[in-house]
């Protein structure tokens, strides 16, 4: 499995910014896709932007779609960083964020079809 590992949380002002990493390293495959997801206590966990490696398009879920950007993540590179960059933040945005992968370069908004988590880092934001 891969070994994830997210920083870069914390709390922000609706209306601000917070950039999310995921250092990511243990790959083992040729593709894989790469995920970040949010969840706040008693509801599901739910995809908020993925791409596969090697791949430049990009899905965002609508809620945060022209607000959150992720960074397009090569496996040639020695660096695999995974970041999430967060603008525009609002109230709703509250939420433990994880990043994920999964082997293969078929990208789902599953959680369940990824085996690798990282273990969260919480964004609060206040209005």
């Known amino acids: 499995q891969v070994q994830l590992a997210e920083s870069g949380g914390g709390s922000a002002q609706a209306g601000g910014s917070l950039r999310l990493s995921c250092a990511a390293s243990?790959?083992?495959?040729?593709?894989?896709?790469m995920g970040w997801f949010r969840q706040v206590p008693g509801k599901e966990r739910e995809a908020v932007a993925r791409?596969?490696?090697?791949?430049?398009?990009?899905?965002?879920?609508d809620s945060v779609k022209g607000r959150f950007t992720i960074s397009l993540i090569s496996l040639d590179n020695a660096q695999n960083t995974f970041t999430l960059e967060m603008n525009s933040l609002k109230s709703e945005d509250t939420a433990m964020y994880f990043c994920?992968?999964?082997?293969?370069?078929?990208?789902?908004?599953?959680?369940?079809?990824?085996?690798?988590w990282g273990q969260g880092t919480q964004v609060t934001v206040s209005s």
């Open positions: 791409t596969a490696t090697g791949d430049s398009r990009i899905w965002y879920s």
């Open positions: 994920a992968a999964r082997a293969g370069g078929v990208c789902y908004s599953d959680p369940g079809q990824y085996e690798s």
């Open positions: 243990g790959f083992t495959y040729r593709r894989y896709c």
